[in-house]
């Protein structure tokens, strides 16, 4: 797939954009205030793999809280500003690596400029976050949702332009997903900016992940996007191991382990389910790439998971070992487990 050519910038450390990697991002879910659970949320986000932090902005407390926080972080950080510019400077004051700027409640031309004014001074990115829940009243009733977002967009692109600053992203996140993805097609060709991905308010893991998977997934399938932020109603982990999902399943990028199973048949001779439930739990712990295969059958499991490093196919009361498809060896039933986790471990002499 052919990638749109976005000018890179850098949040934090972080390159977005260019020929960069599809940086994952969240969120906090912490009262940003507090600041010790939320340094400790963006240290469990760090250890899961997340690459850029937004936390929530919503008074002075919480903009001054940053300074405090990024003295204990690694990651770039974000604030989430919505209506009121003031937090804004306040979080650019506080160290802040990136601002999230809603043009649908922070309006005057003039607020905005003084914020743009200290975000070129001190080469802070602003990500123009268009959110379909607060677009301004005023459109005609026959322009599109997507339409409204990408013009919402545009003109608060062209007053940033307008007052010498570039450092740009752009995220026009609905909950409509096909709305979402014609936001994204429209503005891609119009702006040269990076992009930020997201379907918001998209529920549950189950239903969440399904629906971010299409919208986003569709996108980078295209071409289009340049970092990826998947909202769900779950803790912030899910929202990244999802988000590896939709890159790793599109190869875009590699992330940790990959756990193949088959969905069972007639011919299983193993409860597929619980192996593969058990195997996926113990992989974990495991960080870096390794494709594993759990397969209910040894006539056409070890074939049909070739791919795979490792992999256990089952058989009468046995499991049958594999790597790259060739059966390795054979263990009882009981031990299947056991013979799997030692081959996996087998991979990474060194894995803590
Ligand atoms: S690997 Fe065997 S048990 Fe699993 S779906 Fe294929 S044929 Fe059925």
Redesign the pocket.
């Known amino acids: 797939m052919m990638r749109r050519v976005s000018t890179p910038l850098k949040v934090g450390k972080v390159i977005v954009g260019g020929d960069a990697p599809i940086a994952v991002q969240s969120m906090t879910k912490t009262d940003t205030r507090d600041v010790p659970a939320t340094i400790n949320q963006i240290k469990q986000l760090e250890d899961c793999g997340c690459e850029i932090v937004r936390v929530a902005v919503p008074d002075k407390e919480a903009a001054e809280s940053i300074s405090a926080i990024k003295r204990s972080i690694s990651l770039p950080l974000v604030a989430d500003i919505h209506f009121d510019y003031r937090l804004a400077l306040a979080a650019l004051r506080a160290g802040a690596d990136g601002l999230r700027l809603n043009p649908g409640n922070v309006r005057n031309k003039e607020r905005i400029a003084e914020v743009v004014a200290a975000a070129r001074e001190r080469e802070i990115p602003i990500r123009i976050g268009v959110n379909a829940g607060s677009l301004p009243p005023g459109y005609e009733p026959d322009v599109s949702l997507a339409e409204r977002m990408v013009d919402m967009a545009v003109q608060q692109i062209k007053l940033m332009e307008s007052l010498d600053f570039n450092l740009i992203k752009v995220s026009l996140k609905a909950f409509d997903v096909p709305a979402t993805i014609r936001a994204y097609q429209k503005i891609a060709d119009k702006i040269p900016y990076p992009l930020h991905l997201g379907i918001t308010e998209a529920g549950l893991p189950r239903a969440g992940a399904i629906r971010s998977a299409v919208g986003i997934g569709i996108l980078l399938y295209q071409g289009i996007g340049d970092t990826i932020r998947v909202s769900l109603t779950a803790y912030p982990c899910e929202e990244v191991n999802a988000a590896y999902e939709i890159l790793k399943s599109l190869g875009l990028r590699q992330h940790g382990p990959t756990l193949v199973s ?7 001779e193993v409860d ?1 389910v619980a192996l593969a439930e058990a195997v996926d739990k113990y992989l974990k712990r495991i960080t870096k790439p390794i494709k594993v295969a759990v ?3 040894v ?3 070890p074939g ?1 998971a070739k791919d795979a490093d490792v992999g256990i ?2 058989g009468k009361g046995k499991g049958a070992i594999f790597r790259k498809g060739k059966v390795i060896g054979t263990v009882s039933e009981r031990a299947s487990l056991e013979a799997l986790v030692a081959e996996i471990d087998s991979f990474f002499p060194d894995q803590d």
């Open positions: 088959c969905p069972s048949c007639g011919r299983a597929v397969m209910g059958c006539v056409n499991g049909e196919a089952g």
